[in-house]
């Protein structure tokens, strides 16, 4: 951090001399600190205000509103239920199946992207020509507007209109190859994303160890295995975390591919329908605070059982 | 040695290739589609065989489409402007200042990138209608700051924390004032960083639908993703595919400028946050 020209000038003159030089050095210290606080806080003080009064007090209303009847159509019918919403949540099966499609969503397409991320990272890393060409196109799935890549897909697989719908069977319209499209269309969105994280950990790697690993003999797959993925596995489970919590939340893309067609719907589609389609603010607010739940759980697993150091977490010590 | 380097260059040549494939031909293809005309529009091919530009000046002539645009451009300028001068406050006191709390507000701001929005949609929706808020600008722009500001603060003090902040006092000791000191020596060093992070601010905004679409309800504040999602075609049975591409490739032309531009700077700010802690 920034150390200040005063502390070790008043720690100078504490120790020769014994008048009142000491006390004004200390308080000039002093002042110095206190002025220096107040500007932190004054600097940060409206980014804090507006991330509370926009998070920190829906959340509270959220949670409040998750334990009242509160449906729109019926605004008559308003009153404390205590857990009766969660209750009809979690006993219903449209819920689960809409919880088990996310997590299946979540977990297939955090792996997949792992996979190609790295692929792409080693290639963006590696590659002898071209390689602003190859980072720059790389860019483009990441810049593109998560709709317009929908939308992209969504024709590609319409019967008689796209061209990768094989003739006469119309995949969006049933749940498998609807689940299949949509973890496609999330994997090319966020692969190159992934292999930007992964990247910047490559090139922590120092080149002489690997290639000392290479004179004693071990193979390319093992230099990967043995001295890559140790080193770089900070930056793996970084970019882990952050995809699994984002690929949790997917909303975008099933709207625009399935609309949650045949149980397609995720839990933050779920939630949509309910608040929007429904206006039924009670249970649309339990169900927000659930996933809330959830993905604080994810988060717990990721930082306390593999360790994964969030990013900032330590910010203080980062130079 | 040189027929080996050749082949290794042909090869890195065909993964390339194969990078450069896997980027665009989502892209390509609403690019065929959005020039395609009705008689070919479902032939399922590739590539265009008769292009045209009627879907173009068809959502040109469509006033909700105008309207979402300039409700996208106006609505995200705003938020990446205001993100920015709260950021940088914010980042510059978190990079170089000491002061209580400085934990606190890094994990919160780790926090709120992480929140799932759609457990914020529920409550704003109730609050902003209470407050007047619902369906307008001002409605976008804050939730769209808020998530910005956490991207903000990160990228921004990983920035603050490289630039070489000595140089101020010795331009005071050459004999600059501190406002020279600080337009002349300081502001050069900082603004790529600034630059850099209010790109991917405004590239976050412009990707935004779930909060354009549940916080609107007219197009005096829908942005382009949600207007998009709403538009029909002429007629009951015409399916508006093309409009729908043209105007995707309309709101990608902008971003796919700003990549291929400033790419050096994207991926250096992309990383910059999330590395080094």
């Known amino acids: 951090m920034t150390t200040l020209p005063s502390p070790p000038a008043a720690e100078a003159t504490e120790e020769r001399l014994d008048d009142g030089t000491v006390e004004i050095a200390r308080q000039r210290y002093t002042d110095a600190k206190k002025a220096e606080r107040r500007l932190g806080l004054m600097l940060v003080a409206p980014a804090v205000v507006l991330m509370l009064a926009v998070t920190a007090y829906p959340i509270l209303y959220a949670i409040w509103l998750s334990l009242n009847k509160a449906d729109l159509r019926r605004p008559n019918d308003n009153q404390f239920i205590w857990f009766d919403n969660y209750i009809t949540v979690l ?159 997917i909303f975008d893309n099933i709207y625009i591919l399935t609309s949650g067609a045949n149980h397609t719907s995720s839990v933050s589609m779920l939630t949509y329908s309910n608040l929007i389609r429904g206006l039924n603010l009670g249970i649309g607010s339990a169900m927000s605070v659930l996933i809330f739940i959830t993905t604080g759980i994810i988060a717990f697993i990721f930082i306390k059982l593999f360790g994964a150091a969030a990013p900032g977490a330590d910010a203080g010590g980062r130079r | 040695m040189r027929p080996e380097t050749t082949n290794r260059k042909l090869t890195w040549w065909g993964i390339n290739i194969l990078v450069l494939l896997y980027a665009f031909i989502p892209v390509g293809w609403l690019i065929s589609l959005s020039v395609k005309d009705a008689g070919t529009l479902n032939d399922g091919k590739y590539f265009p065989t008769s292009p045209t530009g009627a879907s173009y000046t068809a959502i040109f002539k469509n006033p909700d489409f105008v309207r979402a645009l300039i409700n996208s451009i106006g609505i995200c300028l ?73 991207l903000a603060i990160y990228t921004l003090s990983a920035f603050f924390r490289e630039i070489p902040w000595d140089l101020e006092k010795a331009a005071k000791m050459d004999g600059a004032t501190p406002y020279q000191a600080f337009r002349q020596v300081i502001t050069p060093l900082a603004m790529p ?11 976050a905004c412009w990707n935004d639908f779930l909060f354009a679409l549940s916080l609107t309800s007219t197009s005096r504040a829908r942005t382009v993703p949600a207007a998009m999602s709403y538009f029909a075609g002429a007629t009951t049975f015409e399916k508006p595919t093309g409009p729908i591409s043209a105007a995707a490739v309309v709101i990608t032309i902008p971003i796919v400028i700003f990549v291929l531009v400033f790419q050096r700077r994207i991926v250096a700010g992309l990383t910059s946050g999330a590395v080094k802690g």
């Open chain 1, 91 to 249: 006993s219903s099966p449209i819920w689960w199946t809409a919880f088990g499609v996310t997590m299946l969503i979540t977990v297939i397409s955090a792996a997949l992207e792992l996979v190609f991320g790295m692929l792409l990272a080693i290639v963006m890393h590696r590659t002898i020509v071209g390689r602003g060409l190859v980072r720059t196109s790389a860019l483009v799935p990441y810049a593109i507007v998560t709709v317009v890549a929908a939308f992209s897909w969504r024709f590609a697989w319409t019967e008689d209109l796209g061209w990768l719908a094989p003739a006469g069977s119309a995949p969006l319209t049933k749940f498998g190859t609807s689940i299949a499209i949509i973890i496609l269309a999330e994997v090319w969105k966020t692969v190159p994303f992934m292999a930007l994280l992964l990247m910047a950990g490559l090139a922590l790697v120092p080149e002489d160890l690997l290639k000392a690993a290479s004179m004693d003999g071990a193979t390319a797959w093992k230099r990967f295995w043995m001295v890559t993925v140790p080193l770089i596995k900070p930056a793996i489970l970084v970019a882990l975390l952050f995809r699994t919590l984002d690929a949790f939340r």
């Open chain 2, 78 to 150: 705003i938020s990446t402007l205001v993100a920015i001068v709260l950021g940088t406050m914010s980042a510059y006191a978190i990079a170089r200042l000491e002061f209580p709390g400085k934990r606190l507000i890094v994990a919160m701001a780790l926090l709120i990138s992480m929140f799932p929005a759609i457990a914020l949609v529920t409550p704003l929706f109730k609050i902003e209608t209470a407050l007047g808020l619902f369906d307008t600008w001002p409605g976008l722009i804050i939730p769209y700051i808020t998530f910005a500001l956490p």
């Open chain 2, 193 to 203: 960083g600034i630059f850099t992070t209010a790109i991917l601010v405004f590239i």
